[in-house]
């Protein structure tokens, strides 16, 4: 496997190592093969649906609107119709019980190739959960948070039905907000209803026309969403690569604007602490370097990384050892290792004083629900060890151990994985498009729940299997998926390293 090593060792205080197997030449062009068997016969199928043949599914463009603008793409639609469709019963699966380390899902039926699903009204019990963002185990309904959350629910309601600047500023919203600064370790905090639009409506709060926007290429779609709407300027260096970083830094300061060659009023640098879909950790300390010497700000957005890294589960901030206050805007959501929904910005007081009177997600959108906010100050308050145990160092102690661990062995049994060492976002590598249903599908019949990922969610010679660990797995569990279900019959299915 290729090692990511750092550009600048002597910025890291511990040993940093990401692997990323290039995909072997043959298994590419078997992939394109595929993709390219896939299209003949989806153009063979849309030629069939024309003229009548097989029945067409999708919406249309009606008679008599023939000479109107077409409000439905047909070509955009090519993929999804003849390629999405075909495997579209991994995803959506219906799921009901809490989505802790097992679930139950609802089990359903398609009679038409999965245009639609039927519910048979049998319940498929007991299904390892891999696929979950739950990090730290607090997606539960019983114990502390669970107790709590019912509580706030009984004092305050279930919603607000007002924003906070009008009648929904409750006093455990700003209770959250002291408590978020203070675990982060930031001057001020402030919290939103949706992790998606804090990247979304916030980042053009921040910049404008004039401004520099450095983003890392595989940034979420929230924030390359609140990147456009700024109307700054965007320019995109190569994934956890400080050396495109640096070039773009260095002809950003030489050259200035676009044709006036003025200044640019603002460059900010966007990246994430944990990439989703690859299971790699930012290089934060070169980041923050570079970011010092140029003289721009740093956006970090902690989606996946709060809570699921570092000692005191601070994050990549944390795990790094460094100081919050190197970071200028630090973003991170409540929907993963805590259990609940929404997100949060932490910085200076002046930020966040600027962000409250600016922000259209601050401004327009209704307040958290009162005991989803209370199940925040709860589980991190529990992180923390302010509840009086030990609980939280427990669970961390055993995220970090359930990740070794689960990478050790599919490290050890041969299979191509993506990531840091240390990520609990373990992509397993499948590559041909046939593979990501059948591997879905045999893992959901051996009671294991996973998510399987292709084009364009990941390049199109990309295609995976993202293993997310909790600190609610045990053991046994983590041994049944790995060693009892991925060994054997499934293996002939997956590239192996030899």
Request: net charge positive; glycine share 8%; proline share 5%.
């Amino acid at each position: 496997a290729n090692q990511n090593v750092p550009y600048n060792t002597s910025l890291y205080k511990r040993p940093y190592v990401e692997s990323f197997e290039e995909t072997p030449l043959l298994v590419a062009v078997l992939t394109y093969m595929g993709y390219g068997i896939l299209t003949v016969f989806g153009y063979l199928r849309d030629f069939l649906r024309h003229w009548n043949i097989e029945k067409c599914h999708v919406a249309k463009e009606r008679a008599e609107q023939k000479d109107f603008v077409p409000l439905y793409q047909d070509f955009e639609n090519f993929y999804t119709r003849n390629l999405y469709m075909r495997i579209r019963d991994n995803w959506n699966r219906p799921i009901c019980s809490v989505p802790g380390a097992k679930m139950d899902l609802v089990q359903r039926v398609s009679p038409d190739y999965n245009w639609t699903f039927q519910h048979t009204g049998k319940v498929v019990k007991d299904v390892i959960n891999m696929g979950s963002y739950n990090y730290l185990g607090f997606a539960e309904n019983n114990g502390a948070c669970a107790e709590a959350s019912l509580q706030a629910t009984h004092k305050y309601g279930v919603g607000v039905s007002s924003t906070r600047c009008e009648m929904g500023n409750l006093n455990i919203h700003e209770e959250m907000e002291q408590l978020v600064a203070r675990f982060l370790g930031v001057e001020s905090a402030m919290a939103f209803g949706m992790g998606f639009a804090t990247n979304s409506m916030n980042i053009p709060a921040l910049t404008g026309k004039g401004c520099l926007i450095l983003s890392d290429e595989l940034n979420h779609a929230s924030l390359v969403l609140g990147a456009r709407l700024s109307g700054s300027t965007i320019r995109v260096f190569k994934h956890n690569n400080m050396q495109s970083l640096e070039k773009l830094l260095r002809d950003a300061i030489v050259h200035g604007q676009p044709r006036t060659h003025r200044p640019w009023k603002k460059i900010l640098i966007v990246v994430e602490g944990i990439y989703s879909m690859e299971g790699s950790i930012v290089r934060l300390p070169e980041v923050i370097a570079l970011k010092k010497r140029y003289k721009a700000y740093l956006y970090l957005d902690e989606a996946h990384s709060i809570g699921a890294l570092g000692p005191n589960g601070r994050g990549v901030v944390d795990y790094f050892g460094l100081d919050p206050k190197d970071v200028d805007i630090m973003m991170g959501t409540f929907t993963k290792s805590f259990g609940a929904a929404g997100g949060y910005i932490g910085g200076k007081k002046d930020l966040i004083d600027y962000l409250r009177k600016h922000s259209h997600s601050a401004l327009y959108a209704t307040s958290m629900s009162p005991p989803v906010v209370q199940q925040i100050i709860t589980s991190m308050k529990i992180i923390m060890g302010e509840d009086g145990t030990k609980l939280g160092a427990d669970r961390l102690r055993q995220l970090s151990e359930n990740t070794i661990y689960f990478r050790q062995r599919l490290r050890e049994m041969g299979f191509i994985i993506y990531g840091n060492n240390d990520s609990p976002v373990v992509p397993l590598m499948l590559y041909m498009p046939a593979k990501i249903g059948a591997f879905g599908r045999e893992m959901l019949k051996r009671n294991i729940g996973t998510v399987v990922v292709g084009f364009p969610a990941t390049p199109i010679i990309e295609s995976r299997a993202r293993f997310c660990i909790s600190a609610a797995h045990t053991r046994e569990m983590l041994d049944k998926v790995s060693l009892q279900s991925i060994t054997v019959p499934i293996c002939p299915l997956l590239p192996r390293i030899f």
